[in-house]
């Protein structure tokens, strides 16, 4: 079975730009969570989706957003970037997420954004 | 709000000693634990997990972890570390839900 995969794998914007990362999680996973790896502040949670519905969301500005589809695969979005955005992305799939925390996720290799 | 201290930032060990890495969360409510390794230019991937039960748990390569409520701990060990296990380990908690918490990870080297 695949695993989750991200695309692109590396990005470089400019100050003001927009993003989209997008993410498919793996098959028959339909919960996708976003997190962002920084050196400072390591992982932290953006956002959860099931079922094309944001189901948690972290501490982030209105600027980062997310959405999900009906094949499950998801995208998340950046707008007006600064260079604090400079960080690895990550998504995450399990299988319907919302079980108390009891399922594992699994993680994708993350797309780097570097932003100039 | 929920988080997670993991108190040794690098760790040096040669080949053959023992691990032993702290994790630490502050929340007072039921927790699910997790243990992730990101090896060099690889994926993050579980390690171990604990859900209830058996406060011991056994993970993949070797590791295993206790669970110490009265702690608040859930520290991770390995009986003899390998080269392979040069890697980053990051200490997760979850309140029931999908977010996980993360700690700032512990970033071990073993030389042989």
């Known amino acids: 079975k695949a695993g989750v995969t991200q695309t692109p794998r590396y990005l470089i914007k400019t100050r003001g730009q927009q993003v989209t990362l997008s993410c498919s999680p793996i098959?028959?996973?339909?919960?996708v969570s976003w997190y962002q790896q920084t050196p400072g502040q390591g992982l932290q949670f953006l956002f959860e989706y099931f079922s094309e519905t944001q189901r948690n969301k972290g501490n982030f500005p209105g600027r980062f957003s997310g959405r999900q589809f009906s094949n499950s695969r998801s995208e998340m979005n950046v707008s007006t970037l600064e260079l604090g955005d400079s960080a690895l992305y990550l998504c995450?799939?399990?299988?319907?997420?919302?079980?108390?925390?009891?399922?594992?996720?699994?993680f994708g290799p993350g797309t780097r954004l570097l932003v100039l | 709000a929920q988080s997670v201290s993991q108190h040794n930032h690098h760790v040096i060990l040669s080949e053959a000693a023992s691990l032993e890495l702290g994790c630490n969360y502050s929340y007072g409510g039921t927790v699910n634990l997790f243990w992730y390794v990101q090896y060099p230019g690889q994926h993050l991937q579980l390690l171990l997990k604990?859900?209830?039960?058996?406060?011991l748990v056994k993970g993949i390569k070797g590791f295993e972890a206790e669970f110490i409520k009265s702690k608040f701990s859930f520290n991770l060990r390995k009986p003899s570390v390998q080269w392979s296990d040069t890697a980053e380990y990051f200490c997760?908690?979850?309140?029931?839900?999908?977010?996980?918490?993360f700690g700032t990870g512990t970033r071990l080297q073993v030389f042989p």
């Open positions: 604990y859900f209830s039960g058996d406060p």
């Open positions: 997760a908690v979850n309140a029931r839900t999908d977010k996980l918490i």
């Open positions: 098959s028959g996973h339909r919960s």
């Open positions: 995450a799939s399990s299988l319907v997420g919302g079980a108390g925390g009891q399922e594992t996720q699994y």
